[in-house]
């Protein structure tokens, strides 16, 4: 990474793995407010590992900040890896939900064909309206925002981001050798903590 990329602020996606704990979500919380980072965007959901949760957080900030904060939500006791990465090294989607008035669906030929340009589905539909779902990344789910305003856009509603990283081999297979290579009689609460720094480096 050079110099210019380095202190250029950019859309990040940090990835948390985490024992689920009552609390934590509000530490995390408290690291990004004590240096006045807005969140855009927070998910939370299990990962691929029983008992293991997954954070996705996209924060708008320079690499050089980005890594001091992923260095300060290890230090977390619940937190077992934390990695960062620009949108380019993800893979990612959001989900949206727009209500449009049924009637205007039913007499506008237009509307429906430019829900079908834009990969909508409906989910409900009511004699007062209709739910359409979109998947995509943010320009396109904004982009159906704009084309549904002028006929009546009843409400929207965006998920979270969830994302996936290209190049890794997966937290899952970290785990797997670590487990191999050292084997132990039964399963400890913390057990990975003590020795993230060799099990968990990608």
Same mark, same amino acid.
């Given at each position: 990474m050079n110099s210019e990329t380095h202190t250029e602020k950019q859309e990040f996606n940090i990835t948390v793995y985490t024992e689920n704990?009552?609390?934590?979500?509000?530490?995390v919380a408290i690291i990004f407010s004590r240096r006045k980072i807005? *969140?855009?965007?927070?998910?939370? &959901?299990?990962? /691929?590992? /029983?008992?293991i949760h997954r954070f996705n957080i996209v924060i708008n900030e320079t690499a050089e900040v980005v890594r001091k904060i992923a260095g300060q939500l290890e230090k977390q006791v619940e937190v077992l890896k934390v990695y960062f990465n620009t949108n380019h090294d993800v893979i990612?989607?959001?989900?949206?939900l727009y209500k449009v008035p049924t009637d205007v669906i039913a007499e506008r030929a237009i509307v429906e064909r430019l829900l079908r340009e834009n990969g909508a589905r409906a989910v409900v539909i009511r004699k007062d309206y209709t *739910?359409?779902?979109?998947?995509?990344q943010r320009? /396109?789910?904004?982009?159906?925002?704009?084309?549904?305003?002028?006929?009546?856009?009843?409400e929207f509603v965006r998920s979270a981001r969830i994302a996936i990283i290209?190049?890794?081999?997966?937290?899952?297979r970290k785990l797997?050798?670590?487990?191999? &290579?050292?084997?132990?009689?039964? *399963? *400890?609460?913390?057990?990975?903590?003590?020795?993230?720094?060799?099990?968990f480096t990608m």
């Open positions: 704990h009552i609390g934590l979500l509000n530490r807005n *969140v855009e965007s927070l998910n939370s &959901s299990p990962s /691929e590992i /029983e008992g990612w989607q959001e989900m949206a *739910v359409f779902e979109t998947t995509g320009e /396109e789910t904004d982009n159906l925002v704009r084309v549904l305003q002028p006929y009546g856009l009843i290209k190049a890794s081999d997966g937290f899952h797997q050798e670590f487990e191999q &290579s050292e084997p132990g009689d039964e *399963v *400890v609460e913390n057990a990975y903590l003590n020795s993230r720094e060799k099990v």
